[in-house]
């Protein structure tokens, strides 16, 4: 508190949550005011909800101390606590302000819209009102998706994205047509990355005093994942908005080209890594994607690369935004394809080491595709979206993994992953748990994809150019495994029936083979035991 602050009789509590730290995107006062408080709340519940990153972690807790901080000096009254939950903490607040009001945006996830409907009845005990508005780190007011969702059966972001195009003028010409004369560039932008070519180094930002005592912090906190060595993310919004700029000279111009192209030991390539910084306030997306805009105006990058990128932001975090309310809750158990396997080990532990607390340890992941990758999000809490697509997802979808399962491990793991993101991109795109309508066909490929966009097939123990036999490449035996196994919902769909008469034209002996195969494979996979995914112990903070 800011104890030399007159304060009134009752003043107005704004919640903050953990996504709105900074003065870009949190609804509070353009200027302080004493008859208003600003609550920032760590949850000890949601802290150990899941074995969450401990990058993931240090990101958010010291990016919310970060801006308690900034409001203080600029005059606010901050009432900044730890709580065994949201819900006490508001109520406990209203309380002891002695309130007439709290004030906070329309909640991103479904556990805080839940938690806030037992909010209202206990704070209206106390003569206090809650107020829930609009929430200003979109750039689509929730009505706009609200109208352009009616009546659909099944909603494909493309369309989404053309109207906000239109909408907001984002690349747009006077007449109405988009610049350039298409909606997107996507054939130009599936580059592999070139071979003997240097990656660009990590954009990185060193952790002052107070994000290291964070960090200090949640080092010794028991049952989460990875650790907090090397975390290098922006944490204030000055930071992110030199990464921003970092991103827009440094990488922006090349980026369309190779957006899809994927590395061993690089989790960024050209990608920009600002997700990390949008999806806890430190950045408005309307001011990325008008800061790329403004890049191409000028001449500094081509078209295609601002539209690919443009189109993440602008087209893909805001449908999914949307998406997500549409189909809550039932898309957190939506489960198309009956799969109803839990997650390998490996996206714990790739090299066989304990993951975490009670993943216990097992063989190391002999596909080189997927303990890179892994590595990379144990290291570092992030890879890329082709990545966390094409290898990550497509192998658990093959192997039938539940999309809950594996939902849950992006979550936890991914520093920019909350499940209004992950969960629409995990049961919708990735494992095509909703059967179809968010994306039109399941992203599943065989390893031929993997080697062709990557360098991981050439120095893997298995051969991605063999589909049977005893060094077969595990990604080939289980995509026709796969199409097998669904062949009678796929074999008339229209993305999906050319991979089935594909299949159908193989020997019967081969392809029973091949199920052999992947029936091995999958009974050596060491899985993670059923049951409660995560149980934290009594000392978990």
């Known amino acids: ?291 790329a805009e403004r890049a191409y105006r000028e001449g500094a990058v081509p078209l295609p690369s601002a539209e690919g990128f443009i189109r993440q932001i602008l087209g893909w975090r805001e449908f999914v935004r949307g998406i997500y309310r549409k189909l809550m809750p039932g898309l957190r158990t939506a489960n198309a394809l009956g799969a109803d396997r839990t997650l390998p080990l490996w996206y714990w532990a790739p090299d066989g080491e304990a993951g975490y607390a009670g993943a216990g340890t097992h063989g190391a992941c002999r596909m080189r595709c997927l303990a890179d990758t892994v590595r990379s999000v144990r290291d570092h809490g992030r890879v890329h979206h082709i990545p966390r697509l094409m290898v990550q997802g497509n192998i658990a979808t093959l192997l039938g993994v539940t999309p809950e399962a594996l939902s849950r491990w992006f979550w936890a793991a991914f520093t920019d992953a909350y499940e209004w993101v992950e969960l629409p991109n995990v049961a919708g795109m990735a494992t095509w748990g909703d059967g179809g309508v968010i994306a039109s066909k399941p992203y599943v490929a065989s390893g031929a994809y993997i080697n062709r966009m990557s360098n991981y097939c050439s120095s893997c123990s298995y051969d991605v150019a063999r589909k049977s036999g005893e060094n077969a490449c595990p990604v080939n035996v289980l995509y026709w495994d796969f199409l097998a196994r669904h062949r009678e919902r796929f074999v008339n769909h229209p993305r999906m029936a050319m991979m089935i008469r594909n299949m159908d034209r193989m020997p019967a002996d081969e392809l029973v083979q091949l199920r052999r195969s992947a029936d091995a494979f999958r009974a050596a996979v060491p899985w993670e035991a059923p049951g409660p995914f995560f149980i934290p112990p009594p000392d978990a903070r």
Not at 155 to 172: D, G, K, P, Q
Request: aromatic share 8%; net charge positive.
């Open 1 to 291: 508190m800011n104890p030399t602050v007159a304060r009134p009789a009752r003043p107005t509590i704004t919640f903050i949550a953990p996504w709105e730290c900074s003065r870009a995107v949190a609804r509070i006062p353009r200027a302080p005011r004493p008859d208003v408080v600003v609550l920032l709340v760590e949850s000890v519940s949601k802290g150990a909800e899941l074995p969450w990153h401990r990058q993931k972690l240090v990101l958010i807790l010291s990016t919310l101390r970060h801006f308690a901080d900034e409001l203080r000096a600029a005059g606010y009254v901050v009432d900044h606590r730890v709580a065994p939950s949201y819900e006490d903490a508001i109520v406990d607040a209203a309380r002891e302000h002695n309130a007439r009001r709290v004030v906070c945006s329309e909640p991103r996830e479904w556990q805080l819209l839940e938690e806030l409907g037992r909010v209202a009845p206990r704070l209206a005990q106390l003569g206090v009102t809650l107020e829930r508005r609009e929430d200003p780190g979109f750039i689509a007011p929730r009505a706009v998706f609200d109208a352009w969702a009616e009546g659909r059966k099944e909603f494909r972001m493309e369309w989404f994205y053309r109207e906000l195009r239109r909408t907001h003028h984002v690349l747009m010409e006077p007449d109405g047509s988009p610049t350039g004369g298409a909606w997107n560039f996507d054939a130009d932008n599936r580059k592999p990355w070139p071979k003997g070519r240097a990656t660009p180094p990590r954009m990185t930002f060193e952790p002052d005093a107070l994000t290291r005592s964070v960090m200090a912090q949640v080092s010794r906190w028991k049952g989460r994942w990875g650790s907090v060595d090397g975390f290098s993310l922006p944490v204030t919004r000055r930071d992110a908005l030199a990464l921003l700029e970092r991103f827009v000279t440094e990488r922006l111009p090349e980026f369309g080209p190779f957006e899809d192209a994927m590395q061993a030991g690089e989790t960024d390539l050209l990608h920009s890594t600002l997700s990390s910084a949008i999806n806890v306030g430190l950045l408005h997306p309307m001011e990325v994607v008008k800061r």
